[in-house]
């Protein structure tokens, strides 16, 4: 299994959180900023979200979605937050994945950590060397 990069979206559609360990395929030979990724991994998730709700009601949820090149995986809390994480196609679901790194991850060291602020205004991302270490050997671990 290959993960190639996880983002984090607050409620306000802002990117607050990215990290990469591979570029996907796809994107290798394009010359696109890591916020431009940010925006085009949103776009998709936000009309794929939206057209499914459209087509199969409210109950049905948006997991995943796959391209010749990579898998898109996707979860998102009550509080609106949206994790996403992109993976090689051969990849099976990463909802389960995606469910630990918020529970045990961005609960653990962003949500109960009282200089963590509650609202990234602006963008602003999540800046914690804890959550950050915990994420990339949880991944790497993975993989």
Same mark, same amino acid.
């Given at each position: @299994?290959?993960?190639?990069?996880?983002?984090?979206?607050? !409620?306000?559609?802002?990117?607050?959180?990215?990290?990469?360990?591979?570029?996907?395929?796809?994107?290798? /030979? +394009? /010359?696109?900023?890591?916020? #431009? %990724?940010?925006? *085009?991994?949103? &776009? +998709?998730?936000?009309? *794929? $979200? %939206? @057209?499914?709700?459209? =087509?199969?009601?409210?109950?049905?949820?948006?997991?995943?979605?796959?391209?010749?090149?990579?898998?898109?995986?996707?979860?998102? /809390?009550?509080?609106?937050?949206?994790?996403? @994480? *992109?993976? #090689?196609?051969? +990849?099976?679901?990463? $909802?389960?994945?995606?469910?630990?790194?918020?529970? %045990? =991850?961005?609960?653990?060291?962003?949500?109960?950590?009282?200089?963590?602020?509650?609202?990234?205004? &602006? &963008?602003?991302?999540? !800046?914690?060397?804890?959550?950050? =270490?915990? *994420?990339?050997?949880?991944? $790497? &671990?993975? @993989?």
């Amino acid at each position: @299994m290959v993960v190639y990069s996880f983002y984090i979206f607050d !409620r306000h559609t802002e990117c607050i959180y990215q990290k990469s360990w591979l570029p996907p395929p796809s994107i290798q /030979t +394009t /010359t696109t900023s890591s916020s #431009d %990724n940010a925006k *085009l991994v949103f &776009g +998709t998730v936000f009309s *794929l $979200r %939206n @057209m499914v709700r459209k =087509l199969g009601g409210e109950d049905d949820a948006f997991i995943s979605f796959r391209t010749a090149q990579y898998k898109l995986h996707y979860y998102e /809390t009550a509080s609106s937050l949206r994790f996403v @994480m *992109l993976t #090689d196609i051969s +990849t099976l679901s990463m $909802r389960n994945v995606l469910h630990q790194i918020y529970i %045990n =991850l961005w609960v653990e060291y962003v949500v109960k950590n009282p200089l963590s602020p509650v609202e990234h205004k &602006g &963008g602003e991302g999540v !800046r914690n060397e804890l959550f950050e =270490l915990g *994420l990339d050997q949880f991944i $790497r &671990g993975l @993989m």
